[in-house]
């Protein structure tokens, strides 16, 4: 169909067979997975998909792009939910799920966070996001790329870049490389937070101004006692910490509130 590629949607439909290929292999699909493939726009893997599994999910925000994939695959082996995968909801597939895409840019961060909260039912999740952002995914401590979203991703997550794809395998062609990357989740989780929700207030928290050391971006948290009863020198930045070390500083903290 002819499709006007809508920025707004972060459009950027991929159709460089050799890249559509090596997401295939990648991505390994069998018949009996249950697969959830998020913004499908004109079809570029979700074809593929369909050749390999038996019944396959797609969340599609664009009315136009839902419609035309309504029309082109039938309904008992592809199920088109319209509307928006940042607020759709992923356990409502089912356990064991398969997540793959190739996601609109301009909603990568609140994406991989809003998938991130579905990690205990969720079997992997294959995406196509920026490279940098892939890079910041992937990124270990003390790294420039190191940050919030290394943290909240690796918490939950073995994060795997597999291969960069170039701009020009997309119409229309982005102005940046991407990658493609797998994230499997860690089970168990090797260093579980007592309270998450205090885990991920204290990350934030301690990234919100990069250059500020613990002791001033922790402060509303943590005295300089506390510091000393982690042995973390106050004077260190959020990017030096580990991700266990900022579960123990989380820990601390759910601990004073019983
Ligand atoms: N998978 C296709 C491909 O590889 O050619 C299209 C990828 S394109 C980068 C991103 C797709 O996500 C578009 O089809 C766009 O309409 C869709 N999209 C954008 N925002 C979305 C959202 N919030 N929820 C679901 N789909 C979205």
Redesign the pocket.
């Known amino acids: 169909m002819q499709h006007t590629p809508?920025k707004r949607?972060?459009?950027?439909?991929?159709h460089d067979p050799h890249f559509v290929r090596r997401c295939l292999e990648a991505i390994a699909p069998r018949p009996e997975d249950t697969l959830v493939e998020?913004?499908?726009?004109?079809g570029?893997?979700t074809a593929p998909l369909l050749e390999k599994v038996h019944h396959l999910h797609v969340?599609?925000?664009?009315r136009d792009?839902a419609a035309d994939l309504r029309r082109r695959f039938p309904a008992e082996r592809l199920t088109v939910h319209e509307g928006?995968?940042?607020r759709f909801d992923f356990a409502s597939l089912g356990p064991d799920l398969r997540v793959v895409?190739?996601?609109?840019y301009n909603?990568s961060t609140p994406l991989l966070f809003h998938l991130a909260a579905f990690g205990d039912t969720l079997r992997d999740l294959h995406v196509m996001l920026q490279k940098e952002v892939v890079a910041r995914m992937a990124a270990t401590p003390s790294s420039p790329a190191y940050g919030r979203l290394s943290v909240m991703l690796q918490y939950r997550f073995a994060v795997k870049p597999l291969f960069d794809v170039p701009g020009g395998a997309f119409r229309p062609p982005p102005k940046v490389t991407s990658s493609f990357v797998r994230l499997a989740p860690l089970r168990p989780l090797p260093h579980p937070a007592r309270n998450e929700r205090i885990f991920a207030t204290m990350v934030a928290s301690a990234f919100s101004t990069r250059r500020k050391t613990l002791r001033n971006a922790l402060r509303s948290h943590l005295e300089a006692a506390d510091f000393a009863a982690l042995s973390i020198p106050p004077t260190l930045r959020a990017e030096n910490l580990s991700v266990a070390d900022f579960v123990r500083l989380a820990d601390y903290v759910a601990s004073r509130h019983g």
């Open positions: 809508r949607f972060g459009q950027n439909f991929l998020i913004g499908p726009g004109l570029a893997l969340v599609e925000i664009d792009l928006d995968a940042l895409g190739n996601l609109p909603i």
